[in-house]
């Protein structure tokens, strides 16, 4: 049987291995990676309570900071603070602001 420090350690190897194997975060969205994202937000839990142990906490920071390389980029990347996204769709026009009244009649069809 294993101790809980073992079981510990263990996944905390597995989720080491899952970063560099995938190059990316467990996700919640996958049900078989589902223990490694419930172990790591549990120990955060326990971090930021101040009940973490030491020796764990040395650990799991060094795991947090190995996580952090790989931190969920969006669709849109950025160069000098601008969007790419931007760029690439065309420069359309501002509508202008409908007067007083001419919204509703658009829905009422009058």
């Known amino acids: ?5 073992q079981r510990w350690m263990m996944m905390w190897q597995m989720y080491m291995d899952f970063l560099h194997n995938n190059k990316r975060r467990p996700s919640k969205y996958q049900p078989e990676e589902r223990d490694l994202v419930n172990w790591a937000k549990h120990n955060r839990k326990l971090v930021n309570k101040g009940e ?4 764990r906490k040395a650990r799991f920071d060094q795991l947090v900071a190995e996580a952090e390389k790989y931190q969920r980029v969006n669709q849109h990347q950025y160069i000098n603070g601008e969007s790419t996204h931007e760029q690439a769709l065309p420069q359309q026009p501002h509508p202008q602001p409908l007067s007083k009244g001419e919204g509703s009649r658009m829905l009422c069809g009058c």
């Open 1 to 5: 049987m294993m101790t809980h420090e």
């Open 52 to 55: 973490l142990k030491d020796d």
